[in-house]
């Protein structure tokens, strides 16, 4: 592949994304199929769903494309109905549509279940034949939940089901006031958010703070500069122009596309605000849906954890919330959340190990002066004291009681 960082020879982001796309796996993450659903769109289609298939009900579904079978048998009849009423109100979705791609993000999504032959639940994220689906217990929750602004924290539980980590990983960079990334470009999200990846699963997996860095000086680019090398990607990546097979080419189209389709999920939730097109911004208060406040986090709690804790800010450190913020399912759920009680100051290593396993080490344990954070079932993260960890064992019982409090809560 011929040099295309001839924009700018000293800027270390446009370097990091020369190196990336040398790599086979160079678009990182999958997450989600080519679907490009709304909101709006979601509720229409799980109402449909409840509305021939009450009460989380069984539907089966055809397993045959259309171009192969055209016609529906009789237990199919059902399904039918349902995709041709889907499809009327919102525009798309076929039968094909429906069966291969957004059942399957809707799956990963925990807003429907999926079941074989035998009406087994199939795993969300594993392959396998499916006959039957139905409602899921998010989707069930999302459609009769009558506060416009619960509905919103309920759909961002099914987004972090499906995105992993990436909410809590935006709300960190756009949230860092040192910083001062005030928003995310499609193509910020492209090249370093989805290098985000301390299990180093690919060759030019990034921490979040080396993220931010790069982001920063990808920002210092004017915007021709940044024109330029977007437009000699384009024109370099496309997949005529590789030889081999599907792994060795390079797409930037798709690459776009599955980014998009992250920012328009996460445009989805309370927090975030994506203009359709290319940028991501954080809600704050002078945002709304229908009227209702959007929260933002609380710069006076994180404020009270180190005066609590009476520490200073270090390098290398981060406040963490031990219990995500994306976890909330409304105002009050944020609330309880975002609070110093629910905040632990950590090295960016412990935070990346954390990040890794999808922010799912939310127990809380000590181990003498040593903190645990354990997910429930494999992964434990060991925080040394005054290595890994800054915080004052007085307040271990505080601590404690209340991360057990909020996690048999939620």
Not at 199 to 213: C, D, Q, R, V
């Amino acid at each position: 592949m011929k040099k295309i960082n001839n924009i700018s020879a000293e800027n270390i982001a446009l370097n990091f994304v020369e190196k990336r796309i040398l790599e086979n796996s160079y678009r990182g993450m999958h997450f989600s199929q080519h679907n490009r659903f709304s909101f709006e769109d979601t509720q229409t289609i799980l109402e449909i769903i409840d509305r021939i298939a009450p009460n989380k009900s069984l539907i089966k579904i055809r397993t045959t494309d259309l171009s192969k079978r055209p016609s529906n048998y009789e237990d199919e009849i059902d399904y039918a109905k349902m995709c041709d009423e889907i499809k009327l109100k919102i525009k798309k979705g076929t039968q094909d549509a429906l069966r291969k791609n957004i059942f399957v993000d809707f799956h990963r999504m925990g807003l429907i279940e999926r079941y074989d032959k035998n009406k087994n639940k199939l795993l969300p994220f594993k392959k396998g034949n499916t006959l039957f689906v139905s409602l899921g217990d998010i989707g069930y929750n999302l459609i009769k939940e009558k506060n416009i602004l619960q509905k919103y924290f309920i759909f961002t539980k099914s987004v972090r089901k499906i995105l992993g980590g990436v909410i809590d990983i935006i709300l960190n960079i756009i949230g860092d006031k040192n910083a001062n990334i005030k928003n995310i470009s499609i193509y910020e999200y492209m090249f370093f958010i989805s290098a985000i990846d301390y299990s180093n699963k690919f060759p030019f997996s990034i921490s979040l703070n080396k993220a931010k860095e790069y982001i920063i000086n990808f920002k210092l680019l004017t915007f021709s500069q940044r024109k330029a090398f977007i437009e000699k990607l384009k024109f370099s990546l496309k997949p005529q122009k590789f030889e081999g097979n599907k792994n060795n080419k390079r797409d930037f189209h798709n690459w776009k596309n599955d980014a998009q389709q992250c920012l328009n999920l996460l445009g989805c939730t309370p927090y975030f605000e994506y203009d359709g097109k290319e940028i991501l911004y954080l809600k704050t208060s002078e945002y709304s849906i229908s009227n209702y406040i959007k929260p933002k986090r609380s710069l006076i709690e994180k404020t009270k954890y180190f005066n609590k804790h009476n520490l200073k800010k270090e390098p290398g450190f981060e406040l963490h919330h031990i219990v995500p913020l994306s976890w909330a399912e409304n105002v009050e759920h944020f609330k309880i959340l975002d609070i110093w009680k629910n905040l632990i100051y950590i090295d960016g290593y412990s935070h990346g190990l954390i990040t890794a396993n999808n922010n799912r080490n939310i127990i809380l344990e000590f181990n003498n002066i040593d903190i645990n954070l354990k997910d429930g079932v494999n992964s434990i993260v060991e925080l040394k004291n005054k290595k890994n960890v800054l915080y004052d064992y007085q307040l271990k019982e505080v601590l404690l009681n209340y991360n057990k409090q909020i996690v048999e809560g939620f």
